[in-house]
Nanobody, 120 residues
Framework: QVQLVESGGGLVQAGGSLRLSCAAS????????MGWYRQAPGKQRELVAVRRSAGITNYADSVKGRFTISGDNAKKTTYLQMNSLKPEDTAVYYC??????????????WGQGTQVTVSS
C-alpha cells in the first residue's frame, strides 16, 4: 500500500518562500525518481522538478534559479525548496515517484497534491 503524502503548501506573499515535502510510505525497496508537478486552474499539469538516480536533477525553465529539489532516500522523502515565489507559481503541487515496491515491481505513484498560493 504505497502512498505519497505532500505537505508544506500554503499562502505566501510574492517574494516569499515555502518548502514542500513528500514522504513515501509502504514497502519500498528502492527509488528510481521522485519529483514535483504542478497544475494551475485551466492549465495542464507540468513538470516542475525531478530528481533521479545519481542525483541528476531537471527543472522547468520557469523555476530555475528559484526552486531546488532534494531528497533523503533513507526517509523516502523528497523536498522542494521554493524561493522568490511569484503569483504565477500558484498551483496545486503534486508529488510523483517511480518506486520499486513489493516483488520488485516498478510503479509510478501520485500524491494527493498540496495547494500553493502566492499573492501579489
Amino acid at each position: 500500500q504505497v502512498q505519497l503524502v505532500e505537505s508544506g503548501g500554503g499562502l505566501v506573499q510574492a517574494g516569499g518562500s515555502l518548502r514542500l515535502s513528500c514522504a513515501a510510505s509502504g514497502i519500498i525497496f528502492s527509488i528510481d525518481a521522485m519529483g514535483w508537478y504542478r497544475q494551475a486552474p485551466g492549465k495542464q499539469r507540468e513538470l516542475v522538478a525531478v530528481r533521479r538516480s545519481a542525483g541528476i536533477t531537471n527543472y522547468a525553465d520557469s523555476v530555475k534559479g528559484r526552486f531546488t529539489i532534494s531528497g533523503d532516500n533513507a526517509k523516502k522523502t523528497t523536498y522542494l525548496q521554493m524561493n522568490s515565489l511569484k503569483p504565477e507559481d500558484t498551483a496545486v503541487y503534486y508529488c510523483n515517484a517511480d518506486l520499486i515496491s513489493a516483488y520488485g515491481i516498478r510503479s509510478n505513484y501520485w500524491g494527493q497534491g498540496t495547494q500553493v498560493t502566492v499573492s501579489s
